[in-house]
């Protein structure tokens, strides 16, 4: 670490700092993509793994300047200084490299456009960026005084897409972690429930290679007669075809016909089946302790959830919007009505720390959590690089977004850098636009699981 | 109409190695046009002359099961698919050569299928530290087939041949490496070909035509739920 005749400049000491940790934050995401993400594939293209953690890095670094504010470490016109410089890069990487290199990915597996891949990525990225900034127009988010190609045009876009995710993510979260945690809503599933689809999955494979059995025998004999192609060709063929029958040979189309009828049925008895063990293993899961434990918070947050559904309505229809935060609101309360005194100052800039930091890990953790898992799900080993940069591009989003948002939980002291920075926005729109989106979310889901609930047991009932 | 003996052939590996488009090729000596993802396990059958050539010679159905998805999936899905390794005759190992983890992987899939009585909680076995000992007593024939032999360069050929033969040599098994969009490999009298026929006769053979006491060798029933046997029915 250099300390010598530059720490007589405050900025480059925090940039020696700053810098330090960015390093850090680089690797973590280096690891996870290595170790969580690409466990399963080979990293060929090595751009895609410095785009994920370069983006992983700038978006911890926000963070990070955030606590720094209410910690009051470094001085506040450097902390400023690297506010500026990480959100230039930041809206650089967001909106420049990675849908660019999107684009080019995705030409790249088309094999006609593979002469011109260049050309074709910038016309990609060209699309993107009319859309994006279409995605200006329908919403209130600027003030006319900001010019064409000012960082808040950008930022306000990004904030918006950003928002939209978040409160999706957060109202089916909010739904979904109460019914996977509480076991109220695990079907009773037995073992002979699981034995008899096994076993009539096991039957259905078995006619399926009857019949492919008779395919193939078919096809050999006609082989070996000399026919080759079993299609009639020609006015002769066609003939003879309808009046002799050649032993052996059948009506191969309706048989090929009820053999995908069979494997698309086989298909969904396995998928049933794998359902219906994930469900007996959350069964014996729920009479552990842990997951005793589990279903109790279940019941916790089920009321919470509730809770902010009604508070998102009420804010919607009351058209309200919080001014002070729940910090300086709760030691409000407590010195006002329980008389408790104690230094405002000290104990508001410690509860936020903790607060904000609970807010940040968590979230950080979530999103992680839910990539992680949507990679899984989707990917394959040709749309692995695709996916990843989609995936960061979301990351890089929701992040942004997250310290829009996160400027309402923070006492007024700590709130001005982020408006300093971030130009004048307008933040009371994005948190209406939270509300909005996360009933519509919440609402919704909560109709999605309660059909999906329904539907499923009466498919395979013991009777 | 199936007058003839079946055998059961497990075709495994890592999604997106080319398991479907090599049945496809060895079913229908055909190319696969269009592949996509398997769900589940996808049955197929090649018609085979044992010892093709010899007075001896009879044909054989061999059902070629493909079963797929990834091999550190969700264990509910593992207990799914062990529905399929039931009494095995022969197993093919499927990796992509342009994918050093897919060959990796194999050994996973090897004693999933081999230990199908423990679930396999993520045992990682890696390349140094392989137990031999593990299939020492392992009676059901193997056979290692790399693909997407196309993509590699002329330059990079050798060493990864010789990694897989290595690969090869741990599991006591021949070794096929080829292209599944191009029939040539596998065409009649290749050395390809030969080394396919050689061992479907060695699977046919360890089925029909040793007998150990009175028990065909193959794999027990499995024991489930700690009661009954869960009976196979079949459809001839």
Partial sequence: MLVGPSDQNPICIASVIVSHLQVFFFGFGWLFFMRQLFKDYEVRQYVVQVIFSVTFAFSCTMFELIIFEILGVLSSSSRYFHWKLNLCVILLILVFMVPFYIGYFIVSTIRLLHRQRLLFSCGLWLTFMYFFWKLGDPFPILSPKHGILSIEQLISRVGVIGVTLMALLSGFGAVNCPYTYMSYFLRNVTDTDILVLERRLLQTMDMIISKKKRIAMARRNLFQKGDVNNKPSGFWGMIKSVTTSAPGSENLTLIQQEVDALEELSRQLFLETVDLYATKERIEYSKTFKGKYFNFLGYFFSIYCVWKIFMATINIVFDRVGKTDPVTRGIEITVNYLGIQFDVKFWSQHISFILVGIIIVTSIRGLLITLTKFFYAISSSKSSNVIVLLLAQIMGMYFVSSVLLIRMSMPLEYRTIITEVLGELQFNFYHRWFDVIFLVSALSSILFLYLAHKQAPEKHMTP | ?236
Wanted: net charge neutral.
């Fill in chain 2, 1 to 236: 109409m199936a007058s003839l003996d079946r055998v059961k052939v497990l075709v495994l590996g890592d999604s997106g190695v080319g398991k479907s488009s090599l049945v496809h090729l060895l079913c229908q000596n055909q190319v696969l046009g269009n592949p996509s993802w398997t769900v589940g396990c996808s049955v197929d059958v090649r018609v085979h002359d044992y010892k093709e050539g010899t007075p001896e010679e009879k044909t054989f159905y061999i059902e070629l099961w493909d079963v797929g998805g990834s091999v550190g999936g969700a264990s509910s899905v593992k207990s799914t698919r062990a529905v399929f390794f039931n009494s095995v005759n022969g197993i093919i190992l499927v990796h992509d050569l342009t994918n050093k983890k897919s060959s990796q992987n194999l050994y996973r899939w090897s004693l999933e299928a081999v230990n199908r009585d423990l679930v396999p909680s993520g045992v990682l076995v890696t390349n140094g530290d392989y137990d031999r000992e593990q299939f020492a007593d392992n009676q059901i024939p193997l056979l290692v087939i790399g693909t997407k032999l196309d993509q590699i360069h002329e330059a990079k050929r050798n060493e990864v041949l010789t990694r897989i033969a290595f690969l090869a040599e741990d599991f006591n098994a021949e070794e096929i490496n080829l292209d599944c969009t191009n029939p040539r490999y596998l065409a009649a009298g290749s050395s390809n070909a030969v080394k396919l026929s050689r061992f479907f006769d060695k699977v046919i053979e360890k089925r029909y035509f040793i007998r150990d006491g009175n028990q065909i060798p193959g794999f027990p029933e499995r024991k489930r739920f700690g009661g009954g046997t869960l009976k196979n029915l079949h459809y001839d």
